[in-house]
């Protein structure tokens, strides 16, 4: 196995001492995960204020910035740049970003610039669901 | 309490006790003494949704966490259930495919665990019942012999299911499930929120909405915050039982009692009364499931009408279950995405949920506090494991009929948020806790509900069977 793919098997730890120390010590967690984002969305107009209110809203909900081992793991999955294929954590915090803009609302226009609307609550806007039969009823022949 | 003496005493108000008790209501006399011991409040769903979007609710703080109700001896592995009137009806996703016939004769046809000692055939017509009272939605056609159609009609399907329905037929299905496809009796049809633990439009059964009324009954009495912890057993019966409320200890004396708490406590109460069936507490288990992405070639699936459009049976049952697990597929209709220019949802995202078998060495034990069961879990078994792998060698076959471009599979969930075993049904009470009609083997005027009885832990979820069952029980034996 080459080293590169067996540091990244081995997760967390090992990826914590691949990165860089300085490297990892310079960037906010928040930046850190804003990065994510935006590097798994690199191909949308992206409103980067927007994005770090989302961060910001995210860590106010969850208090995640709280937990040390956290913060480790979402500076170093910034770094080795690991996306949503790989990290069932970077997929559900993108797909949390998206639902939380105006993509779906624009049809998933890709040439509209992104913006943030709030935390997506389902419970405050249930019926939401992009993909349901409310948005794509059944074709009647 | 109004009285000291009660003809039945019942421990619990969710799925297990409120089926139970209705069917016992149906026949028991205008003069009937039923005591009902709930250990937490109501809490109202459209409270719960308060709490959710941050607004005070008067009811919030009533019930305990579930988590601080017991000693998890193995973090990492999650048991979820609801505290509160109408127990976990209150956080499940309403999905009630039914068991197949081959589940209940695991050890006849696959040399695996036990053969229940209730059959398919004679719970037929319980199924039957519990589909109406919760207005099921599901298809013409079934995995499982049915004799008449569901209530509602079946959920959407999206264009990769309908392709798959195409290929299996009846092992691809709408699936049958209580989050409601129309409004009826007062509930609204699902939107696919995929919130469902607290439905967000009210379109899940729960014993909140189930109308049926068990709980206002002038026979019945309920008392909430009663949390009980023993039984007192005299010569193979049920005499007492002991609970504690605002504080104190209280003692209700039962001609007949049925434990409707989960697997969890039902076995913490029988082991605090010194209940000595080797069986019981033991073989704790349920189900385990993981998610798989399938990225599609130019195929989207748009469309589903509800949080699970769809099961798929084609890893379930076979001679395979010699050797290892089955596996129920459940097309997911969350708002999943694939983040790849112009390709969003051309994806699925199937839960594959695998059966496990019951381990002697999982078990409930009693703790210091009486109040509060200790769960020792050891994980999965290696027929459940080998399932898993051998689920990912035939997916990519099963799965031929539509463009896979690629399959990536997450880690398992650490729960699929059943509680299985701990007072297992069996013939004779040298191979489990209670008999066919959920009656203890020994203390004959006891009954034993829910999941805990589950003779084997097949991968479809249990409410439905439990549901059953509770209604075969109580019209059976009374």
Redesign the interface.
């Known amino acids: 196995m080459r080293r590169r793919s067996f540091l990244q098997l081995l997760g967390l730890g090992t990826a914590a001492v691949a990165v860089p120390s300085v490297g990892v010590a310079a960037s906010s967690v928040e930046n850190a995960l804003a990065g994510i984002i935006l590097n798994?969305?690199s191909?949308l107009k992206i409103d980067r204020a927007g994005v770090d209110q989302f961060v910001a809203d995210y860590y106010r909900m969850t208090g995640a910035n709280k937990q040390f081992f956290m913060n480790v793991k979402t500076k170093a999955y910034y770094f080795l740049k690991i996306?949503?294929?790989r990290s069932?954590l970077v997929r559900t915090l993108?797909?949390l970003y998206?639902?939380s803009t105006d993509f779906f609302q624009n049809r998933?226009d890709?040439s509209k610039e992104v913006k943030y609307l709030g935390w997506y609550?389902?419970?405050?806007t249930?019926?939401?669901?992009?993909?349901?039969?409310?948005?794509?009823?059944?074709v009647v022949s | 309490m109004k009285h000291t003496a009660y003809d039945l005493v019942v421990v619990g108000t969710g799925f297990a006790s409120t089926f139970f008790l209705k069917q016992y209501l149906s026949k028991a006399p205008a003069s009937a003494k039923v005591l009902v011991l709930e250990r937490g409040h109501l809490f109202p769903r459209a409270e719960r949704?308060k709490e959710?979007?941050g607004e005070k609710s008067a009811y919030a703080g009533l019930n305990p966490i579930s988590n601080d109700t017991f000693e998890n001896h193995k973090p990492d592995k999650d048991w979820h259930f609801s505290v509160g009137f109408g127990g976990s009806s209150n956080c499940w996703y309403g999905c009630t495919p039914r068991f197949l016939p081959s589940d209940f004769r695991m050890k006849t046809l696959y040399g695996i665990g036990n053969d229940w000692p209730v059959q398919y055939d004679e719970l037929d017509p319980y199924y039957e019942q519990v589909e109406d009272l919760m207005s099921i939605s599901g298809p013409a056609e079934t995995p499982y012999p049915r004799k008449k159609a569901y209530a509602q009609p079946p959920h959407?399907f999206t264009a990769v299911d309908t392709i798959l329905h195409q290929k299996y037929g009846k092992l691809y299905i709408n699936q049958p499930t209580a989050r409601a496809r129309v409004a009826m009796n007062g509930r609204n049809p699902c939107?696919?929120?995929?919130?469902c633990s607290?439905c967000?439009?009210d379109a899940k059964f729960t014993i909140e909405n189930s109308n049926f009324r068990v709980y206002e009954d002038p026979r019945v009495e309920l008392q909430q915050g009663a949390q009980v912890y023993g039984l007192e057993l005299v010569q193979d019966r049920v005499r007492k039982v002991s609970f504690r409320q605002d504080n104190k200890d209280h003692h209700a004396a039962g001609e007949v009692v049925a434990l409707g708490a989960n697997a969890l406590f039902n076995a913490n109460i029988l082991l605090n009364s010194g209940d000595k069936n080797p069986f019981t507490g033991r073989g704790l288990g349920e189900q385990l499931g993981l998610q798989a992405h399938v990225y599609l070639d130019n195929l989207q699936?748009?469309?589903?009408?509800t949080w699970v459009n769809a099961n798929g049976y084609m890893l379930y049952d076979g001679e395979h279950r010699k050797e290892y697990a089955a596996c129920l597929m459940e097309s997911s209709?969350?708002?999943?995405?694939r983040?790849e220019?112009?390709k969003?949802?051309h994806m699925a995202s199937f839960r594959m949920i695998f059966e496990d078998l019951p381990d002697h060495d999982n078990y409930v034990a009693t703790t210091s506090d009486i109040m509060k069961p200790a769960i020792h879990f050891k994980g999965p078994s290696d027929y459940t494991l080998k399932g898993i792998e051998k689920m990912k060698q035939r997916l990519p076959d099963v799965l031929s009929c539509l463009p896979v471009e690629k399959i990536?599979y997450?880690?398992p969930y650490a729960s699929e948020a059943h509680i299985l075993g701990t007072t297992r049904m069996s013939a004779t009470a040298e191979q489990g806790v209670v008999d066919k009609h959920l009656r203890h083997h020994q203390y004959r005027n006891l009954f034993v509900l829910g999941s805990g009885s589950f003779t084997t832990y097949t991968p479809a979820n249990p409410t439905l069977t439990l549901s059953a069952l509770s209604l075969l029980s109580a019209h059976q034996s009374f």
């Open positions: 798994e969305f191909f996306d949503s294929e069932q993108t797909q998206l639902m998933m890709e609550n389902p419970h405050k249930p019926c939401a669901n992009p993909f349901s039969s409310i948005y794509y009823p059944p | 949704v959710i979007i959407l939107c696919a929120s995929a919130v607290v967000p439009v699936s748009l469309g589903g009408s209709n969350a708002p999943f995405f983040p220019s112009g969003w949802r990536i997450d880690q």
